[in-house]
């Protein structure tokens, strides 16, 4: 039963390469006949018009000259602030100055920021802001003093017979 079964597996990777090797045979048959069949004569041409057709580079998009065009910078003139001063005096909003001068919306709010013709929102008036004094200088460092007991009066000796003869000095002989 074993048998069997690696012989049916057998047959079957005989099949799959026949198959593989009919697929590749036919493919490579059609390959082979592209060139002839866009109208041109050897292999070698027909490479050559699909890489300029492709664009010549492996991984990069053909150039068109539409790609190829950039846009360039506006260039912001007194003409043309002139102009934007005429066309916001005249109650033009900043989207329709674009469309009429060809020049970008920040362009337009700078123009417009520079005459003074720009709204400030009304807020109501804060407290005024107080500038902060400068910072000191750093202090020299404080001096320690020695903290001394005040000295007690001394009490008058009403005693004499307190005093002992140890402390005072005998003549030695």
Do not use: C
């Amino acid at each position: 039963m074993l048998t069997n079964k690696i012989k049916a597996l057998a047959a079957a990777k005989a099949r799959v390469a026949q198959l593989e090797l009919s697929i590749s045979s036919g493919l490579n048959h059609e390959l082979a006949g592209l060139p002839a069949k866009y109208g041109f004569s050897d292999v070698g041409s027909f490479i050559r018009a699909v890489k300029t057709v492709a664009g010549g580079k492996r991984g990069r998009p053909a150039k068109t000259p539409a790609l190829m065009k950039r846009r360039k910078r506006a260039k912001i003139t007194d003409a043309i602030r002139v102009r934007v001063k005429k066309l916001i005096e005249a109650g033009k909003t900043g989207s329709q100055i674009v469309k009429a001068l060809k020049i970008s919306l920040p362009s337009v709010q700078n123009i417009k920021k520079a005459f003074g013709l720009v709204r400030t929102s009304k807020k109501p008036a804060g407290k005024p802001k107080t500038s902060r004094a400068p910072a000191k200088p750093a202090a020299a460092p404080k001096l320690r003093k020695k903290r001394v007991s005040p000295k007690k009066p001394a009490a008058p000796d009403s005693k004499p017979s307190q005093v002992s003869d140890e402390s005072t000095p005998v003549p030695s002989a």
